[in-house]
């Protein structure tokens, strides 16, 4: 009983936390002047971190087991690995660009899987004895921290794609004899 509050306590900290740091990052993106604000999307995912890692150790106390069973479990680790590629350049002191795609990436899936849709699916079951030994530990682990690197790259590029494609658009309109002679013969 006290393993489930306690997952549910951390779970919905973790939640907000991740809401505050993207509501932040908005705030210091359409405000410039605020300098107060600078560092708190950094500290706020450290917070994140650090529930989601108590979050995933309670999990696993409680079950006796590596918590990547699930759907649920997987996904929460999937938020957890978000927020490790989030807080790495953080700490080499380089400036995070990644900021804007791993806390949304964080919320959504963290969101997804504090759903109501995955209520019974957050439940946890004994595991088959294939999946108890040291091959769900480190396998599954290191795919699903594969995933979320898969995840942040290709979000980045269709980031790319789209600034590119707005900058194309803005020529093509200044540009404006070009654009009415080729579409409009």
Known sequence: MIFSTLEHILTHISFSVVSIVITIHLITLLVDEIVGLYDSPEKGMIATFFCITGLLVTRWIYLGHFPLSDLYESLIFLSWSFSIIHIVPY???????????????????????????????????ILVPALQSQW??????????????????????????VITFRQDIRILCKNNHFFKKSFFR
């Open 91 to 125: 700490f080499k002191k380089h400036k995070n660009n990644l900021s804007a795609i791993t806390a949304p990436s964080a919320i959504f899936t963290q969101g997804f899987a504090t759903s109501g849709l995955l209520t019974e699916m957050s439940q946890s079951e």
């Open 136 to 161: 769900l530990m480190m396998h599954v682990s290191m795919m699903v921290l594969g995933y979320a690197a898969l995840l942040c790259g290709s979000l980045l590029s269709v980031a790319l794609l």
